[in-house]
């Protein structure tokens, strides 16, 4: 999959960028360690809080303060704002919970990626897992989710 995703960017001369949240690193690093990643691969920042959601990225805090920092809108504005940020053009936003508490009884994340201004594809996903083997199967779907669009879009 990481190769597909590598083809289309230079094939289309397009590159990737990442704005996560749940995730904690992990797209960053599943996109970083495939051959070659330094040229489709820009980076990305991992914004744990709605404070650095809101510095960085240009969430308005106010709304993420009542959803708590997890809701479909929010995960589009990172997508689209982190490309803003590193002058990309595939964006890839996710927010979301890996553990329960007190206040979060059901674990999910919102995704979505985007493309040269447009939503390329949204959804609200489910870990089998909790904690640490959350955070990886949202990142692993998230890579499967990125490949099939791209994939749709050549």
């Known amino acids: 999959m990481l190769e597909e995703i590598k083809n289309h960017a230079l094939r289309h001369k397009e590159t990737i960028v990442v704005a996560e949240s749940v995730t904690a690193g992990c797209l960053q690093l599943l ?3 495939g051959m070659g990643a330094q040229d489709f691969f820009q ?15 240009n969430i308005d805090r106010l709304f993420a303060d009542s959803c708590d920092g ?23 936003g996710i ?12 674990l999910f994340a919102h995704v979505a990626l985007y493309r040269n201004n447009q939503i390329l594809y949204e959804e609200k996903i489910n870990p089998v897992g909790e904690g640490i083997e959350a955070q990886w199967e949202y990142a692993e779907l998230v890579i499967r ?10």
């Open 145 to 154: 989710k990125l490949s099939a669009a791209l994939n749709a879009v050549n």
């Open 43 to 57: 980076g990305g920042i991992t914004v744990y809080n709605n404070v650095q959601k809101s510095v960085h990225l």
């Open 70 to 92: 997890v809701h479909p809108l929010i995960a589009r504005q990172m997508a689209q704002n982190v490309c803003k940020l590193f002058n990309a053009q595939v964006g890839i």
């Open 31 to 33: 996109l970083s360690t």
């Open 95 to 106: 927010t979301g919970y890996a553990t329960k508490s007190e206040e979060v009884d059901e």
